[in-house]
């Protein structure tokens, strides 16, 4: 089993729609979690962490659930510019260990 | 801030060709990653360092690879001898990583593509 799991998409989406998607960790003790954005052919860049109790950022809220190991990642009224992939990330416990998933690739049409 | 460095952006050679791969971090991040990139496998975390002493390479997949880090504002990845398998994006991050970890930053890549 992988250590972080993604669905790859892609998830095609109308503008205005509303959007999550999960992101699954094998490690319990992991203790960091962020999200990053990817365009295509660039660098991988920070969207956000995942707090605890959940944080929210504009029109993104991020979520983790330790009892379920995972985290999730919401997108209100999707822009065209939020066509991109979404890198979640990992650290275990002890570590400084960045674990990135698979990546989910979003489209949003117009 | 320039932001972190990586030469070259595009690197095409041969089957059994010694490939390196450059680095400049960002001034003052006491951490560095070296990460590959294929469609097939995502990301890839090969080797980090921590104060330029490499913490864990249990990414780096064969012998052939080979990362050093000889100060603070230098590191070189090494694929010797280089085989189309290993043709990739070669993405180097920083950061400075305590207490609280921080956020990665990354280079723009290398495009490495071995025929």
């Known amino acids: 089993r992988k250590e972080v799991e993604q669905d790859p998409g892609p998830f095609n989406v109308p503008e205005g729609a509303t959007v999550a998607f999960n992101c699954t960790y094998s490690n319990s003790a992991s203790q960091s979690f962020f999200w990053y954005r990817q365009d295509c052919r660039k660098e991988p860049k920070l969207l956000m962490s995942?707090?605890?109790s959940g944080n929210e950022d504009g029109r993104f809220t991020a979520q983790l659930n330790r009892a379920s190991q995972y985290i999730s990642l919401l997108i209100r009224d999707s822009k065209l510019s939020d066509s991109a992939t979404y890198l979640c990330?990992?650290?275990?416990?002890?570590?400084?260990?960045?674990?990135f998933g698979t990546g989910t690739r979003l489209k949003v049409l117009a | 801030d320039a932001g972190v460095i990586q030469s070259p952006r595009h690197e095409v050679t041969e089957m059994g060709q010694e490939v390196t791969l450059r680095c400049k971090p960002i001034?003052?991040?006491?951490?560095l990653f070296w990460y590959r990139q294929t469609m097939m496998r995502g990301l890839e975390l090969l080797i980090y360092?921590?104060?330029?002493?490499?913490?864990?390479d249990s990414g780096m997949p064969e012998d052939r690879f080979s990362a050093k880090m000889p100060n603070a504002s230098f590191s070189t990845l090494k694929i010797q001898p280089s085989e189309p398998r290993d043709s990739a994006v070669y993405f180097c991050?920083?950061?400075?990583?305590?207490?609280?970890?921080?956020?990665?930053?990354f280079g723009s890549g290398t495009q490495l593509s071995v025929l």
């Open positions: 001034s003052g991040h006491n951490s």
């Open positions: 995942v707090y605890s």
């Open positions: 360092f921590n104060n330029n002493v490499p913490i864990d």
């Open positions: 990330v990992v650290i275990p416990s002890g570590t400084y260990k960045y674990i």
């Open positions: 991050a920083s950061s400075l990583v305590g207490h609280n970890l921080e956020k990665l930053f």
